[in-house]
């Protein structure tokens, strides 16, 4: 069964300090999207390529974010720095061409707590 | 600003009876909506979709309705399921991007 992989699970971590998560999209996919859960806001959209290449990133506050498709197997989300409201689950979705119409693929999300 | 709605945050239902969740949306261009249910700790999982040139599309027990006029589309559950208990997110896009915007999310309870 196919599915999009991110890790880590759970990161705790210091203000201040550089995070980096990681996603794996499913094989053959060519977008990935990456969203923030937040309790006020839903699901963010943050970020989104399309065959590697960066199509949107205007949900991102730019001085402290950025996103990143190294290869077509892993995308990446840093913050540098951290800061305690970056705190929310992060959540990368991958899909195919049937994606739009049949709704993309979500990892389990990396939850990320700023203390 | 935001461009998707879901102003209901919980609705509690009896099983067997119909759940119904609303999602209001502003922007004309969008043309193309889905529904997703999330469980705790999961990521959100792809329930069903519909085109605006449809007004209506059926899976099972789940009946999307979209009132393109009002901006405004309905997930109907008949009938609810404790299993159904979950949190669900109305998303919408133009075909002109891949992008989806979701809403805020609404939290079924469904009782036994």
């Known amino acids: 069964d196919a599915r999009v992989t991110q890790t880590p699970r759970d990161k705790v971590t210091e203000m201040g300090q550089e995070v980096t998560m990681r996603c794996q999209p499913i094989l053959g996919h060519n977008t990935v999207f990456w969203y923030r859960q937040t309790m006020m806001q839903g699901l963010e959209l943050l970020a989104y390529?399309?065959?590697?290449?960066?199509?949107?990133d205007s949900g991102m506050p730019k001085d402290r974010f950025s996103a990143e498709m190294p290869d077509a197997t892993l995308a990446t989300l840093k913050i540098q720095p951290s800061e305690p409201r970056d705190s929310a689950v992060y959540f990368c979705?991958?899909?195919?061409?049937?994606?739009?119409?049949?709704?993309?693929?979500f990892g389990s999300g990396t939850r990320l707590t700023v203390v | 600003d935001q461009q998707v709605k879901q102003n209901s945050p919980s609705l509690s239902v009896q099983e067997g009876r119909i759940s119904i969740l609303n999602c209001d949306y502003t922007n004309s261009m969008f043309d193309y909506f889905l529904w997703y249910k999330k469980y705790p700790a999961e990521g959100p999982t792809f329930l069903i979709s519909i085109s605006s040139i449809k007004d209506k599309n059926e899976d099972g027990r789940f009946t999307v309705f979209l009132n393109k006029s009002a901006k405004h589309l309905s997930l109907h559950i008949v009938p609810s399921q404790p299993g159904d208990s979950a949190v669900y997110f109305c998303?919408?896009?133009?075909?002109?991007?891949?992008?989806?915007?979701f809403g805020t999310g609404t939290r079924l309870k469904v009782l036994a």
């Open positions: 998303a919408a896009s133009d075909s002109g991007t891949y992008k989806y915007i």
């Open positions: 979705a991958s899909g195919g061409v049937t994606g739009f119409h049949y709704g993309y693929t």
């Open positions: 390529f399309r065959n590697r290449a960066p199509l949107d």
